[in-house]
């Protein structure tokens, strides 16, 4: 079974930046779309970014495109996200999850199978 892990997240100011990262167990790499959602308090959980198999291609949800980056290494079995300009409304728990989610289709969760156990990111005025 594959497992991943968050990290990076914390508290910022708004208008600074956090990078995540998420490493993954088991044959992750070079297998599956790796993908980023978040969940705000009282609020569903959604989708922010995804990056195909072999990192060629990306997708981001328009409320963080110009802002974040999604980015993976293989080798290494992470996936990362780049956070810039962060705001307010970013405040959430960031999960990273993998599985074959198509990257035309990235916004689907029934198509990640693991899911890590979250991260807090807090975004200040």
């Known amino acids: 079974q594959v497992q991943t892990v968050e990290s990076g997240g914390g508290l910022v100011q708004a208008g600074g930046s956090l990078r995540l990262s998420c490493a993954a167990s088991?044959?992750?790499?070079?297998?599956?779309?790796m993908g980023w959602f978040r969940q705000a308090p009282g609020k569903e959980r959604e989708f922010v970014a995804a990056?195909?198999?072999?990192?060629?291609?990306?997708y981001y949800a328009d409320s963080v495109k110009g802002r974040f980056t999604i980015s993976r290494d293989n080798a290494k079995n992470t996936v990362y996200l780049q956070m810039n300009s962060l705001k307010p409304d970013d405040t959430a728990v960031y999960y990273c999850?993998?599985?074959?989610?198509?990257?035309?289709?990235?916004?689907?969760?029934?198509?990640?199978?693991?899911w890590g156990q979250g991260t807090q990111v807090t975004v200040s005025s």
């Open positions: 088991g044959r992750t790499a070079s297998r599956y779309t």
């Open positions: 999850a993998t599985g074959p989610a198509r990257i035309d289709t990235p916004s689907r969760e029934y198509e990640y199978h693991y």
């Open positions: 990056i195909s198999r072999s990192g060629g291609s990306t």
